[in-house]
């Protein structure tokens, strides 16, 4: 009789566990809340206008569909137990459980900013937020108001991406839009609560950035702390003085958590750390549960003293770990294997970070690039997203700039 394997996430992990079980004697079941893989890292482009929500997200059973041993449901898990899960719709036994449900945004304490400031993480996060900013411009030049500041909180990767594409929004796709209203002369302000943006990084890659950044004409503050969001304003202070900024848009990049579900494994003897992550053993399993698997942003694991990072490469890493121990092919601990960081900042500009290599500007874009495109599920995905950054680069045209109201 096959094997139950029952998989909760049909992101970058999941997704890789289901595709290497294909072949496998088990029987999977992937459940997700949506219907479609989203490939999370271009999802500011979509915030942005660079491209539209399809270009960046493929259905769950057509990427699947050629599988015969994966049955795909679409519903929320909301209680596991040592042998089973539990639906909002029922039940579903398992012999090999593998939990990779992600992260969310991370307000530190106050989650009632995420009205003013939110986050990016899903779709309708990034249509929302692409609504907003595009309807900055527009009462711009309702009103005939030309001060605008488009405020960034976070220099990480999201961060430094967003106040670029943002910028580039501004002072090249939409100058020749408005009649009122010059969209260049917009300020577009990245901040950082630590001493510099993309800490990741070595020292000299982050003020390269910094550097590009300035050329696209964002304004980088570092050590600066948001203590307040309003309805057009955020509170930050820089060292012993606070300062209130009016703001047409704000965007939360700062930080992230682990999914609420990894609370469910609590009652079966897990820990969570700081972050919400599940504290999983080498093999990447609960402790005292060896079937049950926890993989992606949700694990809170370390290989080599070092903790593994909550990017796609690593999840993917995970999953093709976990299949291969149902499989049986391997008994060896989990190992991630660091292959390199890479971070766009614009147009022809962006930082890469090899280890062996360390470089930035048109070189890391253009790797930055390739790799994404590389990493995009379906070939008509991976065409069509070619096509449009083609079109992007040599208009600066950002055709997907569309307002959509959730609420009419």
């Given amino acids: 009789m096959p094997q139950r394997v029952v998989i909760v996430g049909g992101g970058f992990g999941g997704l890789t566990v289901a595709k290497r079980l294909k072949g496998a004697d088990v029987d999977i079941t992937l459940i997700d809340r949506t219907n479609h893989h989203l490939f999370q890292p271009l999802l500011y482009q979509v915030a942005t206008g660079g491209l539209s929500p399809a270009d960046i997200?493929?259905?769950?059973?057509?990427?699947?569909?050629?599988?015969?041993n994966v049955r795909v449901i679409e519903d929320t898990v909301i209680d596991i137990a040592a042998d089973y899960v539990t639906t909002a719709t029922g039940t579903i036994p398992f012999d090999h459980l593998i939990v990779a449900?992600?992260?969310?945004?991370?307000?530190?304490?106050?989650?009632?900013?995420?009205?003013?400031?939110?986050?990016?993480?899903?779709?309708?996060?990034?249509?929302?937020?692409?609504?907003?900013?595009?309807?900055?411009f527009e009462n711009a030049e309702r009103t005939g108001s030309a001060d605008m500041t488009f405020l960034v909180v976070g220099g990480g990767p999201t961060g430094v991406e967003m106040a670029g594409a943002i910028a580039e929004t501004a002072r090249h796709t939409l100058r020749r839009d408005f009649r009122k209203i010059d969209p260049s002369a917009a300020r577009v302000l990245l901040v950082e609560a630590a001493d510099r943006i993309l800490g990741a990084y070595p020292v000299s890659l982050s003020a390269k950035a910094e550097a590009q950044l300035a050329g696209l004409g964002v304004e980088v503050w570092t050590s600066a702390l948001v203590t307040k969001i309003d309805d057009g304003s955020v509170t930050l202070r820089r060292g012993d003085r606070e300062e209130q900024l009016m703001t047409v848009a704000t965007v939360w990049a700062a930080g992230v958590k682990a999914s609420p579900l990894g609370e469910a494994?609590?009652?079966?003897?897990?820990?969570?750390?700081?972050a919400g992550r599940v504290k999983v053993s080498p093999e990447l399993t609960v402790p005292g549960h060896p079937s049950i698997y926890v993989i992606g942003d949700l694990a809170a694991v370390s290989t080599n003293d070092e903790p593994v990072p909550g990017v796609a490469p690593a999840a993917m890493q995970m999953g093709s770990y976990v299949a291969d121990r149902i499989r049986g092919r391997t008994s060896k601990l989990f190992r991630y294997r660091n292959k390199g960081n890479l971070a766009t900042i614009g147009r022809s500009a962006g930082i890469a970070d090899f280890g062996w290599i360390r470089f930035a500007g048109f070189p890391a874009w253009m790797a930055w690039l390739g790799i994404h495109i590389f990493f995009l599920i379906g070939f008509q995905n991976r065409l069509l997203v070619m096509i449009?950054?083609?079109?992007?680069?040599?208009?600066?045209?950002?055709?997907?700039?569309l307002i959509v109201r959730y609420d009419e």
């Fill in 57 to 68: 997200a493929s259905p769950i059973r057509f990427v699947l569909r050629r599988q015969r």
């Fill in 101 to 136: 449900t992600g992260a969310t945004h991370h307000y530190f304490g106050n989650d009632h900013w995420e009205q003013n400031a939110p986050g990016l993480k899903t779709l309708p996060d990034a249509t929302r937020l692409r609504a907003k900013i595009l309807e900055a």
């Fill in 265 to 274: 494994l609590v009652p079966l003897g897990a820990e969570l750390d700081r």
């Fill in 388 to 401: 449009q950054w083609a079109w992007n680069y040599v208009t600066r045209n950002r055709s997907a700039r």
